[in-house]
Nanobody
Framework: QLQLVESGGDLVQPGGSLRLSCAAS????????IGWFRQAPGKEREWVAC???????VYGDAVKGRFTISRDNAKNTVYLQMNSLKPEDTAVYYC???????????????????WGKGTLVTVSS
């Protein structure tokens, strides 16, 4: 069974950095496309980034230039490095895997197949 577990969420000051992890089991992270999404209180889920099975990555406009998605095949883990954090980055961050299709690269959350339970990031002074 495919499973994802996020970790690394924390309280951080504006301008700070944080790295989230998404540990995968039941599959290898270089076999499928994996995305990060986030949901702030009272808002819809928003696409953050996607790393395609080939290794290429794409980003949502709100985080482009500040966030970096990467993976470690040996650890079977996908990361989200977040720099220059802003209060509007506050949200629960989820990772999700897409077994087939192209939802990840277009940021379509309803096309992702398996989800983690999320990790909370709070950006506040």
């Amino acid at each position: 069974q495919l499973q994802l577990v996020e970790s690394g969420g924390d309280l951080v000051q504006p301008g700070g950095s944080l790295r989230l992890s998404c540990a995968a089991s039941g599959f290898t992270v270089n076999s499928y496309s994996i995305g990060w999404f986030r949901q702030a209180p009272g808002k819809e889920r928003e696409w953050v980034a996607c790393i395609i099975f080939s290794g290429s990555s794409v980003y949502g406009d709100a985080v482009k230039g500040r966030f970096t998605i990467s993976r470690d095949n040996a650890k079977n883990t996908v990361y989200l490095q977040m720099n220059s954090l802003k209060p509007e980055d506050t949200a629960v961050y989820y990772c999700a895997v897409e077994v087939r299709g192209s939802s990840c690269v277009f940021g379509r959350s309803n096309g992702m197949d398996y989800w983690g339970k999320g990790t909370l990031v709070t950006v506040s002074s």
